[in-house]
């Protein structure tokens, strides 16, 4: 089990910037929150990688930046789209395979975009997409989002009964906050599917605080992890005005290797 931090945490800053400074206050295992088009060609990777290989850093996940088009390109009433949408996506499994990432986070369909689409007809689809990425070596992963279909716990369990072999999850604590469910529900949900965790703390006043600056129970968090069998990663995911000083991440992650 590795705890890790994604890039996202200091957005806006470019995101090579992101990681060089998350690499020199101590973090080794990465999530990289990929922002543009550029930033998936070839060219731009080799300096990604430049970046991490003199800490022995570990990129372990990325995120699409074209998550907010997930439901009208993978998960709209037109097929043909779908379909195209899943070609486009293997640029990001050629990205993961290329930097030594295993995960992808799929945010999936929103329940705010009018779809017919039955739960059954998504997996299906989530099923295709997950088939795509084995070809590379890589794994998607479903997340549970506030206002998407993935925040009912009963839609995780039905994924599960429906696609065994292709249900893999993401659990982000802050979203499941979000969507008035407890992340101890939604990680007992996932079970032994679950193989990523978005990790943050939370309070009375904000549903995204650093790790150790909320009221979240993280040893009763962790027994709760260590029951579904998981040893994945764990990687510390807030925004950018969720901290004041980047030596807080630091501090964070120190905390957090205490549950270890």
């Not at 300096?47 to 800490?55: G, M, N």
């Not at 993978?74 to 097929?79: E, I, T």
């Not at 962790?222 to 950018?240: A, K, L, W």
């Amino acid at each position: 089990m590795d705890i890790g931090i994604s890039t996202g945490c200091l957005y806006p800053m470019l995101t090579e910037d992101c990681l060089k400074t998350l690499c020199e206050i101590g973090f080794r295992h990465f999530e990289i929150f990929f922002n543009t088009f550029s930033e998936l060609e070839t060219e731009y990777l080799d300096d990604i990688l430049k970046i991490i290989s003199p800490y022995n850093a570990k990129i372990k996940s990325i995120h699409p930046f074209t998550s907010g088009f997930e439901s009208y390109l993978l998960f709209s009433n037109y097929q043909r789209r779908f379909y195209d949408g899943v070609k486009f996506y293997e640029k990001y499994f050629q990205t993961a395979k290329y930097i030594g990432a295993e995960k992808i986070v799929l945010h999936g369909l929103t329940t705010v975009y009018k779809s017919s689409l039955t739960d059954s007809e998504y997996f299906k689809r989530f099923d295709i997409l997950q088939n795509s990425a084995e070809k590379y070596g890589v794994r998607i992963l479903q997340e549970n989002v506030n206002l998407f279909r993935s925040n009912d716990i009963r839609f995780i369990e039905k994924m599960i009964a429906e696609i065994p072999q292709s249900a893999e999850f993401v659990c982000d604590v802050k979203q499941a906050v979000r969507g008035d469910i407890s992340p101890l529900e939604m990680i007992k949900a996932m079970g032994s599917h679950l193989k990523h965790i978005h990790i943050n703390d939370f309070d009375h006043d904000n549903n995204c605080v650093l790790p150790g600056k909320g009221c979240f129970d993280f040893e009763k968090f962790f027994d709760t992890i260590q029951n579904t069998g998981f040893d994945d990663d764990i990687i510390i995911e807030v925004y950018r005005f969720s901290f004041d000083k980047i030596n807080e991440l630091a501090d964070s992650y120190e905390f957090l290797k205490k549950f270890l």
